[in-house]
């Protein structure tokens, strides 16, 4: 090896070194310094990586109430995330819904400009556009893993960027809730005929579902969930899973808690960045919020999964709820009313019908390998460890 190579090899090593050493953000200044012949800017003598330009203090609306758990101190968390990860140079105020505006403002105070950012479920938007459901959860739809491998991989990110960016919104997943419960019901459900006239709180296409089977949807935050069921103005509520309808409260007011919950199956959370704010920024400010939204994404869910499994059983064994499942006709016939609803929904407008396409795409190939991937396995492991009775 020549004086030269060497002289390479070993610088090579340093910034390795020092990329262990600093973290990501110093050590993305230090090799800015480094390809431009190490000298420091006025930023850098003042302890900020000055490839991340101005100091940004931004606002993040909620459509959770505050530190709810895994949605509101998800968004807490993430907030957190990309402080670290920018040394303060990118700090993120959080408000609940309400605080600054309703739950169902964020996405209008986010596109006008009033705020910085939000933290939500896009069927909240259906209003603006059917295809906004598909981005957060439609009945019969997509388990989590199936939703992170179609936006990820399978064109889904260019179609909500798409969609999103006519409202001047940059979109991410930042969050998902796992596969949802169906519900809290005052009387039970052994028949299809049972959701006549019941008044249930269901946003999105699963609201639609619930009223051509005869039942009245009704659209209500996170917050004003409780009182209503408490006060009779709803006889049936889903919100999320038992980790959440623990925390509300629901089983002081009813017991009887049914699942599956094919409404969601498995509802990405959504971060939206005003469109202007993020063309604004730096390569590295966008990387720490990709980053970060992709962190909490996974870490959500994580969350939520061992959190549900250990508030189901508490439900049960401390509050004297009654798990149901739905049977089997009531499953077939929500599924058949499903497809109408969701079908529809792509059929729209031409971006609706594009968003459709590749959403069933993506479901029909995520089945195809679920079928002997996850669900054979788990079968299996059913099989295994049944106890001998």
């Not at 296409?205 to 005869?214: A, Q, S």
């Not at 059929?347 to 390998?369: I, Y």
């Amino acid at each position: 090896m020549s004086s030269k190579d060497k002289t390479v090899s070993e610088t090579v090593m340093d910034r390795r070194r020092m990329l262990r050493a600093t973290g990501f953000a110093g050590a993305a200044a230090f090799l800015a310094a480094c390809d431009s012949g190490g000298g420091k800017s006025e930023a850098d003598t003042k302890g900020a990586p000055a490839i991340l330009g101005k100091k940004r203090n931004l606002k993040i609306v909620t459509t959770w109430p505050k530190n709810f758990p895994g949605l509101g101190t998800g968004v807490e968390r993430f907030a957190k995330r990309v402080n670290d990860m920018s040394s303060g140079q990118i700090t993120i105020k959080v408000y609940a819904a309400g605080e600054l505006v309703g739950a169902l403002g964020a996405f209008d105070a986010v596109s006008q400009g009033k705020a910085d950012m939000y933290h939500g479920a896009e069927y909240y938007w259906q209003g603006k556009s059917p295809a906004f459901n598909f981005f957060a959860a439609v009945p019969m739809g997509m388990i989590a893993s199936e939703m992170n491998s179609w936006i990820r991989f399978g064109g889904g990110q260019e179609l909500w960027d798409e969609l999103s960016g006519k409202f001047n919104v940059k979109p991410f997943m930042c969050g998902n809730s796992g596969v949802q419960m169906g519900g809290w019901f005052k009387n039970e459900i052994n028949s299809i005929d049972d959701f006549q006239g019941l008044r249930i709180r269901m946003p999105g296409l699963g609201g639609e579902v619930m009223k051509r089977i005869g039942a009245t949807p009704v659209t209500k935050s996170g917050g004003e969930i409780f009182q209503a069921l408490s006060q009779g103005n709803i006889d049936a509520t889903e919100w999320i899973g038992p980790w959440n309808d623990l925390a509300f409260g629901f089983q002081t007011i009813v017991k009887n808690y049914y699942y599956p919950g094919i409404h969601e199956p498995g509802s990405t959370l959504s971060l939206g960045i005003n469109l202007d704010v993020w063309n604004d920024m730096s390569q590295m400010e966008k990387a720490i919020i990709q980053a970060a939204a992709d962190a909490e994404n996974d870490t959500m869910l994580a969350e939520f999964n061992i959190n549900n499994a250990r508030s189901l059983d508490t439900l049960i064994s401390e509050h004297g709820v009654k798990l149901h499942r739905f049977s089997d006709d009531i499953l077939r016939k929500l599924g058949e009313v499903s497809a109408e609803v969701v079908a529809e929904a792509g059929s729209a407008d031409d971006l609706s019908k594009r968003v459709f396409d590749s959403f069933n795409t993506a479901r029909s190939n995520g089945m195809k390998w679920g079928a002997i991937a996850e669900q054979a396995f788990a079968a299996a492991r059913d099989l295994a460890t049944a106890k001998n009775t």
